[in-house]
């Protein structure tokens, strides 16, 4: 595995110009070097000493500490973007806490959401319908019938790690995946009210985090999914999460969840949402973000862009959450493992666990979802012969017979929708 003690790309592209040292560089050669003063606030006298590509501190959102205060046990893969995940033993509540979501920022949390202020925060329904809506929170919560539902989001990049060859971006390896609690309105209730024509194919989605480079009006990510997909009951626009606010990290004070899809279509600091007469060609949604090669090629295949075709759902999945990898149990024993399984398709038909090696599977008690996308407990319990050595590997299985491989799926050139069985060590003591 890559080191990812300095990862600060993109998930998107090798795409330098999101990288800090481009930035600083275009920053210098577009606005002069008396700009930095100015954003500073100050006069910086050693500024002509300011080695190029580094990024002042008091610039680079290094409050990224800061913004992890609330956060328990994150490994931490940039602080800017601010990029953290999840260890699997610490996704064993049913319901994921703040404390234990991850992190995924394509650019720096806005003002607003630091500072709380939703005052005058509105949402408009534009493009391709009969009746543009500019809506206030209050129009939202009041207009609209109010759900609350578990809904899986996961980065299409979640399992990147595990890619041979690597692919560039954060190189998450189990963790950017999780199951809160949200609390909003259908989007599709809201699309219905603003009268969608037949005209429309696709959503895009726009939020008010500001670019890397400091650029105003600069769109970070901006992206979308066909109108069918935002026309099903699952999706919601969100003002909270686990019955509080949202969170500054997660949104504040609006976002979309679209479940089973990729999570960056999932839009944080939701101010627009753009019905298109044609497939999203906004931030990240356009060139190799997000896509796969429409067949499967060879690790390490340069794939023409016209060849590539969107990720839409995700492939089915399941993480090991207890015993922690590593843990001490007692041999000739029944011990329990459990996890979480979840699929982009719905509901999760199976998960088996092996602690030989994948010689032989049992079936694990599967629970079955509260609601639809939200991710499904299992549970099984292991004998583990004699002492020694063992792991534990889970695979989920979708409602099509599709399930996890124990290497890599097919290589793909940004290392998107890794579905790799997830193994755990166990040492049983005599
Ligand atoms: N406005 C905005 N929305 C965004 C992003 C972002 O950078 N800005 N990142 C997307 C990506 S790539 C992911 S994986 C999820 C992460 O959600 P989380 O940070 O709440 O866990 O948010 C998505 N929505
Ligand atoms: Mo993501």
């Not at 005052?119 to 609350?148: A, C, M, Q, R, Y």
């Not at 009210?193 to 901006?222: F, W």
């Not at 694990?364 to 549970?379: M, T």
Request: with cysteine.
């Amino acid at each position: 595995m890559k080191d990812t003690s300095s990862t600060q790309i993109s998930d998107d592209l090798p795409d330098t110009q999101d990288q800090p040292g481009a930035s600083r560089r275009r920053f210098l050669k577009t606005t002069g070097l008396s700009a930095l003063g100015a954003m500073l606030g100050m006069t910086v006298p050693f500024e002509r000493h300011l080695p190029s590509g580094l990024v002042p501190v008091a610039l680079a959102q290094d409050t990224g500490i800061d913004l992890m205060s609330g956060k328990d046990g994150l490994t931490m893969l940039g602080d800017r973007p601010l990029n953290a995940e999840t260890p699997p033993h610490l996704l064993d509540d049913d319901v994921t806490p703040y404390k234990h979501l991850f992190v995924r920022m394509n650019g720096l949390v806005p003002q607003t959401a630091l500072d709380a202020n939703a005052e005058g925060w509105t949402l408009t329904i534009d493009g391709e319908v009969d009746n543009p809506l500019t809506l206030t929170l209050e129009d939202l919560k009041s207009k609209f019938e109010n759900v609350t539902s578990r809904l899986v989001i996961e980065c299409g990049g979640n399992g990147r790690a595990f890619f041979q060859p690597g692919t560039s971006g954060n190189q998450w390896t189990l963790g950017a995946i999780g199951c809160p609690e949200w609390t909003g309105v259908r989007l599709a209730d809201v699309l219905k009210e603003a009268g969608v024509k037949p005209s429309a194919v696709y959503t895009g989605h726009y939020g008010n985090d500001v670019h890397l480079s400091g650029e105003e009006g600069k769109d970070v990510i901006s992206r979308g999914v066909p109108i069918e997909k935002a026309m099903e009951s699952d999706a919601i626009i969100a003002w909270a999460m686990n019955g509080e606010d949202l969170p500054a990290l997660h949104g504040f004070p609006l976002r979309l969840i679209v479940p089973g899809y990729p999570a960056s279509v999932s839009q944080k600091y939701l101010n627009r949402i753009w019905i298109r007469d044609k497939e999203h060609d906004g931030a990240k949604m356009t060139g190799d973000s997000y896509r796969l090669p429409a067949y499967p090629v060879a690790p390490g295949t340069e794939v023409p862009e016209e060849d590539m075709v969107i990720l839409t759902e995700m492939p089915i999945k399941s993480i090991i959450t207890f015993p922690q990898t590593g843990a001490s149990v007692k041999a000739e024993a029944a011990t329990e493992v459990r996890g979480h399984a979840w699929c982009g398709k719905g509901d999760v038909a199976a998960v088996h666990i092996s602690t030989d090696f994948g010689q032989t599977w049992q079936e694990a008690k599967l629970e079955p979802a509260p609601n639809r996308f939200s991710w499904q407990r299992w549970r099984a319990e292991v004998v583990l012969p004699q002492h020694g050595y063992y792991e534990v590997w889970a695979r989920a299985v979708d409602q099509d017979g599709i399930s996890q491989p124990p290497v890599s799926p097919t290589w793909n050139p940004q290392g998107y929708a890794n579905n790799i069985q997830h193994r755990i060590a166990l040492v049983a003591e005599a």
